[in-house]
C-alpha cells in the first residue's frame, strides 16, 4: 500500500486520506503485523513504528520500477526471519 505519510492528509469527503503511522498500529496488531518494510520515498520516521515495538527496514526502488536482485534478496531475507 501506499504510505504512511508523517501526518495525516486529506478528508475523507475528499475521497483521499492519507495516514500516518500511528493510524495502522492497531490494525497491524490485530492481523499479527510484527514487522514494516519501506520501499521507496521516506515521508515519516522509521521510529514511529519502532517505538510502537514494531521491526523497521528500509528495501528501497524506484516506484513503478522493478526491483533489483539484490533489492529481493534483502526483501525475502527480512521475511524469512519474521
Request: net charge negative.
Amino acid at each position: 500500500f501506499k504510505g504512511p505519510r508523517a501526518h495525516r492528509t486529506g478528508s475523507a469527503s475528499g475521497g483521499v486520506v492519507i495516514l500516518e503511522p500511528s493510524d495502522y498500529f492497531d490494525i497491524f496488531r490485530k492481523i499479527g503485523v510484527t514487522c514494516v518494510v519501506r520501499l521507496n520515498d521516506r515521508q515519516y520516521d522509521s521510529e514511529d513504528f519502532t517505538n510502537a515495538g514494531f521491526e523497521h527496514h528500509d528495501c528501497f526502488f524506484d516506484d513503478c520500477t522493478t526491483p533489483s536482485a539484490a533489492v529481493l534478496e534483502h526483501f525475502f531475507s527480512i521475511c524469512s526471519r519474521t
